[in-house]
């Protein structure tokens, strides 16, 4: 027989007890009580932190929104000064991009655009656009917050510029 069929045979071989494992002086396991409590107690750690960490980031989004909406704000202005008129709400932001068909004097638009992309807000839809805005503002720039519907409070609440 090779040496690993032996090797295979001892290990496989059913009809000896397997050798008990002694156990030292002092030496002792968890109870599952005591497993229990440790379990609980992590749960209760993980709960406590998700209840801290949500909301931040709910907070995060909708500061990250209006960061954005302040640098479209921007380059908003920058249009304006160039081209004598804000973008037509047909046009939209991605006027900021790319000349819109609609520029009276193309050549007064910068090479390049005025951002780079466009970005989107926090839950991956679109900014919205509008022009002229309420209430007498020039234009209005906005998110719908994360339900992605008009209105809304808290999280869902949309989310406007400063114009």
Do not use: C
Not at 80 to 106: E, F, I
Request: charged residues 20%; proline residues 8%.
């Amino acid at each position: 027989m090779s040496l690993m069929k032996l090797i295979l045979s001892l290990m496989l071989d059913t009809s000896r007890p397997a050798a008990p494992r002694l156990r030292r002086k002092g030496e002792r396991g968890f109870t599952l009580t005591e497993l229990m409590v440790v379990i609980f107690i992590i749960g209760l750690l993980a709960t406590v932190v998700m209840i801290n960490v949500l909301p931040s980031q709910d907070r995060a989004m909708v500061t990250k929104a209006k960061a954005d909406i302040a640098q479209l704000e921007g380059a908003l202005e920058q249009y304006r000064l160039d081209n004598m008129v804000y973008p037509s709400t047909s046009d939209g932001l991605n006027a900021l991009v790319t000349a819109p068909p609609s520029l009276a004097q193309p050549e007064r638009y910068r090479r390049g655009g005025y951002i780079r992309k466009l970005p989107a807000d926090p839950w991956g839809r679109p900014y919205m656009y509008q022009a002229p805005g309420p209430n007498g503002a020039a234009f209005d720039i906005w998110s719908m917050g994360a339900d992605g519907a008009p209105g809304g409070t808290d999280e869902n609440a949309d989310i406007h510029g400063e114009s």
